[in-house]
């Protein structure tokens, strides 16, 4: 409510500039217009082309400090309206993410809860016993990522060091770890060894959120393939998911953006994970593009130029 009352004063404000402007660009004019008749009635001897210079000269600085200042007042109006619309896409992100935090938050501690009560009022043969602690340990897995990633996201700025690591290593482990949560869904292929300089914590986290991004929007198999080009390294993630309209797909790596109403939304997630993933990449001198996958589906590929160390 307050800020559809902050748009229509801005309105009403820039409404009136404007009016007075023109107002006071008709204004000058009919004043030079009548001077100038003025001095015609008056004496035709004393009216000369000096006089008619004049009047042309006041008539052309006139039009053109209001065009001037036209220009001026339309490109403040302009700048105004897009820092406003900023701020409130801004604000919205913001109050989405909170929305997100909070149901990231309370529905693994209320499912750990319950299991626990279960446990510990009941008796229970071993195989129940199993599946409750299973269950814990993927809401615990849950909000571990969750607040991962909002360390990192404070910590993106900070300097980061970097080892020469296994990389197809470090990836099948990450599928490892997606695996006890999502049974038989995930599947690696490429390259069985390649060492590459990263960090191994940070690059990890932006594989988590990729995987995790990819399984939580599809119902089938998800696919990571590592190969080893000429010029770069290339990981691929594809799903079988709905895919992406191509007008949302730079939306996406904007912090705290998610597709769709938060109010209304049934899929989890906080809008940072595709964004920390993008700026991880990029912290590895990386790309990250989006593809459609084919019949159906998303393909996430991360680009990593090579160096000497890429074996």
């Not at 770069?232 to 949302?248: M, Q, R, T």
């Not at 790596?253 to 109403?261: A, L």
Request: charged share 25%; glycine share 4%.
């Amino acid at each position: 409510m307050k800020n559809a009352s902050v748009k229509y004063l801005t309105i009403i404000i820039i409404t009136y500039m404007l009016a007075a402007l023109a107002w006071w660009t008709l204004l000058l004019l009919k004043f030079n217009t009548a001077s100038h008749t003025l001095a015609q009635t008056a004496e035709a001897s004393v009216y000369t082309q000096e006089a008619i210079a004049d009047y042309d000269k006041n008539k052309k600085m006139i039009l053109g400090e209001g065009i001037v200042f036209a220009v001026a007042l339309v490109t403040g109006i302009f700048l105004l309206y897009r820092s406003y619309k900023r701020e409130l896409e801004t604000t919205q992100k913001q109050n989405n993410f909170l929305m997100s935090v909070t149901h990231e938050l309370k529905t693994p501690l209320s499912v750990m809860k319950l299991s626990n009560e279960t446990m510990r009022t009941r008796t229970l043969d071993d195989n129940l016993q199993k599946k409750l602690l299973h269950i814990d340990q993927k809401e615990i897995t849950r909000l571990e990522v969750l607040i991962n990633n909002l360390l990192l996201s404070s910590k993106l700025d900070q300097s980061h060091t970097s080892s020469v690591e296994n990389l197809a290593s470090l990836l099948k482990a990450r599928c490892e770890i997606f695996d006890s949560r999502y049974p038989n869904r995930i599947t690696y292929s490429g390259q069985e060894s390649l060492d590459y300089p990263l960090d191994k914590n940070l690059f990890s986290t932006a594989i988590d959120n990729l995987l995790d991004n990819a399984l939580r929007y599809s119902e089938g198999s998800v696919h990571l393939r590592l190969k080893n080009l000429d010029a770069a390294i290339e990981i691929s993630i594809s799903d079988d998911g709905n895919g992406i309209p191509p007008n949302e797909r730079k939306k996406i790596f904007e912090k705290f953006y998610r597709i769709g109403d938060e109010n209304t939304r049934t899929t989890q997630g906080t809008g940072l994970g595709l964004f920390l993933a993008k700026s991880v990449v990029e912290a590895h001198k990386g790309s990250i593009e989006i593809s459609d996958n084919v019949p159906m589906g998303t393909v996430f590929t991360i680009r990593l130029k090579k160096d000497k160390h890429a074996t």
